[in-house]
């Protein structure tokens, strides 16, 4: 899933409002700087999302037998790769 630089902007505000109004945290920084790192963390859960996405989707592919996308025994194939492969990286 592809989000656009304004949507992922908006995102590192409502996460850290949401933090902040639960008093989850304790600023140590100025909040623009707590702001940039959350945007490059969720630009780079995001990217490796994509990644393991389209390993998942050649893998899919690749099997003698075509499994149409979107069958339930599609969809099940995919949430097991992602599973493994984010395992794999250190997301699970």
Do not use: N
Not at 16 to 34: F, N, T
Not at 41 to 57: F, G, N, P, T, Y
Request: net charge positive; charged share 40%; proline share 2%.
């Amino acid at each position: 899933m592809r989000l656009s630089d304004d949507k992922v902007s908006h995102l590192t505000h409502v996460v850290l409002k949401g933090l902040l109004d639960k008093k989850a945290v304790a600023l140590l920084a100025e909040e623009s700087a707590i702001r940039r790192e959350i945007k490059r963390i969720i630009v780079k859960e995001l990217k490796l999302a994509e990644s393991i996405d389209e390993s998942i989707r050649k893998k899919l592919q690749s099997y003698s037998k075509k499994i149409p996308e979107g069958t339930p025994e599609w969809e099940v194939l995919y949430q097991k790769f992602f599973y493994e492969e984010s395992t794999k990286k250190g997301r699970g």
